[in-house]
């Protein structure tokens, strides 16, 4: 095992792997037992030990560094069997419609949860922006692009929030990176990061210093935090809701945890804030538990129909990472369009009630519509609606043939999802019209008449696997 500085490195890896042996730490282990190591949880691959050890005796056969790339050919099958569902090429949208290959079809795989990507005064106040400011800020905000439109946009999202002060970021990634690996630079810190957690916030764990503890659910949780009585030297990292399910954390009771063993909560709200509590203020507002996140995360690119991200908490916190943060130091600033078309959103958001009343609306109506055909929608209480489906080459294939017939959709897969229970994912938004959700429950019905997708599950007995499903990949899996 090789060292760096004073511990031992391991990479993360992949956290659904770790998952495998979630009732045991060995990052926990050391904590515990007084020896900080920078030690990821079952499944790690500890790349210095297994990899650069191995060098000297591997010389004759060195591996060109671009070999995976050349190698790589999961895309190319899937191309073959004609199901690919990436990297759509989309040549004009108006929210809920958009224009793929020349056809106009439904889009039911956006983030735009309020519908405010087209809204009039976002697109007004991004015009302006660009007028006034130009197209960039062509600099890191520290230097040359602060703008004066940051610093509202700052302001407004700490009020909005309830927290002191609010930071900015150029994305939503390199928010969450960023801050998770700045806090946690100490190898004295200890992580606690839900296994379902955005790749954001598990690159920020790759880059901290300390252990890193992964775990499944909040017993989980409680059983690691149980080995110590006081955990002031950790900070706990979970996505608010998950965005391949829509499930929704109990941050009530995770908050009960953080009275009881001291530690930071850092919560990842993107899918929650603009849906969920009054004035769409997110996850925590809707459970009352707002004054007991340490920091909030939020993003622009989903309910405020833009681009980038900001941390919002106590002032003296959110100053350090202002000044510390590596991904907003060395980033250039969020452009003038993107902070203006941001503000105007939050501005809508908290004057529209209605916009919230359309919204649940026809997320009822189109939930019910699904529930009457059978699919199962992983007990989703927000405007993301899962299709479980199980196979992911069926997953793919369903795909396909929605957007042939006229609705886009996305397919969630491994690692996104445990093996055996892809997904076919569904959002839903205001300025989705009756005909339109119509029009998609008459294609998913058409759907499970030619395939065979699972009915009337309940959650409890959900179907495994230990490998991806390659079935579908065939010309002559169609159904009949």
Not at 276 to 285: D, E, F, K, N
Not at 298 to 308: C, D, H, I, N, P
Not at 331 to 350: F, I, N, T, W, Y
Not at 397 to 404: G, H, I, N, P
Request: glycine share 10%; charged share 25%.
């Amino acid at each position: 095992m090789a060292t760096g500085g004073k511990y031992a490195v391991f990479d993360c890896g992949d956290q659904r792997e770790e998952r495998r042996g979630a009732g045991h730490c060995p990052a926990l282990d050391t904590v515990v037992a007084g020896r900080a190591r920078r030690v990821a949880c079952p499944g790690a691959l500890p790349i210095f030990a297994a990899r650069f050890a191995e060098i000297p005796r591997r010389k004759a056969a060195r591996m060109d560094i671009f070999e995976p790339c050349f190698t790589f050919q999961d895309a190319e099958l899937i191309k073959a069997a004609g199901i690919y569902p990436f990297f759509h090429t989309l040549s004009s949208s108006e929210g809920p419609v958009v224009t793929v290959k020349g056809r106009q079809v439904i889009m039911l795989g956006s983030n735009n949860y309020l519908g405010l990507t087209h809204h009039p005064e976002v697109l007004r106040s991004a015009h302006q922006a660009i007028d006034k400011y130009g197209t960039s800020c062509t600099g890191s905000r520290l230097l040359n692009g602060n703008l004066d439109l940051h610093e509202q946009l700052e302001r407004e999202l700490a009020e909005f929030t309830h927290k002191e002060a609010a930071v900015v970021f150029s994305t939503g990634f390199l928010a969450n990176m960023g801050s998770v690996g700045l806090l946690a630079k100490s190898a004295d810190c200890v992580i606690f990061s839900h296994a379902e957690n955005h790749a954001s916030l598990i690159e920020g764990t790759r880059i901290a210093r300390g252990a890193v503890c992964v775990f499944e659910d909040l017993d989980d949780l409680e059983r690691k935090l149980s080995r110590r009585d006081k955990w002031e030297n950790a900070l706990v990292v979970t996505d608010a809701v998950f965005s391949m399910t829509g499930r929704v954390t109990d941050l009530k009771r995770l908050c009960e945890l953080r009275r009881r063993y001291g530690f930071r909560l850092y919560v990842d709200d993107a899918h929650g804030i603009g849906v969920l509590g009054p004035q769409g203020r997110g996850t925590a507002a809707a459970q009352g538990v707002e004054a007991e996140v340490d920091l909030l995360f939020g993003t622009f690119s989903k309910s405020f129909a833009s681009l980038g991200g900001f941390v919002a908490g106590e002032a003296r916190v959110i100053d350090y990472l202002k000044h510390k943060a590596r991904t907003l130091v060395f980033s250039a600033a969020l452009p003038p369009a993107s902070a203006a078309a941001a503000l105007a959103a939050l501005g809508v958001m908290k004057r529209d009630e209605l916009l919230f009343e359309r919204l649940w609306d026809n997320v009822a109506y189109f939930r019910e519509g699904l529930a009457q055909i059978g699919y199962y929608t992983m007990g989703s209480r927000t405007p993301i609606l899962p299709l479980f489906v199980g196979s992911e080459s069926l997953a793919f294939r369903l795909c396909r043939e929605a957007l042939d017939r006229g609705v886009f959709t996305t397919p969630v897969v491994h690692p996104a999802v445990p093996l055996g229970q892809a997904l076919i994912r569904t959002s839903i938004m205001p300025a989705h019209e009756r005909s339109h959700l119509d029009k998609a429950l008459e294609v998913f019905a058409g759907l499970v008449e030619r395939y065979p997708v699972p009915m009337g599950l309940d959650g409890q007995r959900l179907p495994t696997a230990d490998s991806m499903d390659f079935t579908y990949l065939q010309p002559d899996a169609v159904g009949g």
